[in-house]
T-cell receptor
């Protein structure tokens, strides 16, 4: 069964600090992995998308890494800001007919001043 | 370019009733997907429509149905509501609906079943 697990479930950090969120998946065959940011009361917004051949991809202060061998991804946030407070969702796509998406349950990040 | 819009934003229904939610995609987008989001389960895929045809379906009971119109607007219907249907319902649109296409999500409809 395809699964995506994220850790930690929640995280509190001080403004200006860095943090790393983890995503482990068992989706097979792998197609791509996306990280989304979801602010409270809003729909998710895509941060990065990574395919099998990509190890690292950045979007401003957000850097995603992918290890397709161990089926792990991480999202690193540098110099956190209050606006980074949100849920971060890892989504993995299977390379099969229907292009099925498997969603993680997310990491809720709170950045405190 | 206007984003994805969903109506209504909030809805309160009682058990046994039915509900219809609406989603207007970004202009030019032909794929619309629907998701249910609950605190315990996260985002779960309901179905995807492309050019008025249901192309993919998640593991939800037949009480959940949808349709897409020729202008790509989509509606989702839930019949015989249960307490467990209380959730945030999100729709997302994309140009062709493949996983490589970025999906643009609407703000969601918060459904409460009492």
């Amino acid at each position: 069964k395809n699964q995506v697990e994220q850790s930690p479930q929640s995280l509190i950090i001080l403004e200006g600090k860095n943090c790393t969120l983890q995503c482990n998946y068992t989706v097979s065959p792998f197609s791509n992995l996306r990280w989304y940011k979801q602010d409270t009361g809003r729909g998710p917004v895509s941060l990065t998308i990574m395919t099998f051949s990509e190890n690292t991809k950045s979007n401003g202060r957000y850097t995603a890494t992918l290890d397709a061998d161990t089926k792990q991804s991480s999202l690193h946030i540098t110099a956190s800001q209050l606006s980074d407070s949100a849920s971060y969702i890892c989504v993995v796509s299977a390379a099969s007919s229907g292009d099925k998406l498997t969603f993680g349950t997310g990491t809720r990040l709170a950045v405190r001043p | 370019k206007a984003g994805v819009t969903q109506t209504p934003r909030y809805l309160i229904k009682t058990r046994g009733q039915q509900v219809t939610l609406s989603c207007s995609p970004i202009s030019g987008h032909r794929s619309v997907s629907w998701y249910q989001q609950t605190p315990g389960q996260g985002l779960q895929f309901l179905f995807e429509y492309f050019s008025e045809t249901q192309r993919n379906k998640g593991n939800f009971p037949g009480r959940f149905s949808g349709r897409q119109f020729s202008n790509s607007r989509s509606e989702m219907n839930v019949s015989t509501l249960e307490l467990g249907d209380s959730a945030l319902y999100l729709c997302a649109s994309s140009t062709s609906g493949t996983s490589f296409d970025e999906q643009y999500f609407g703000p969601g409809t918060r459904l409460t079943v009492t």
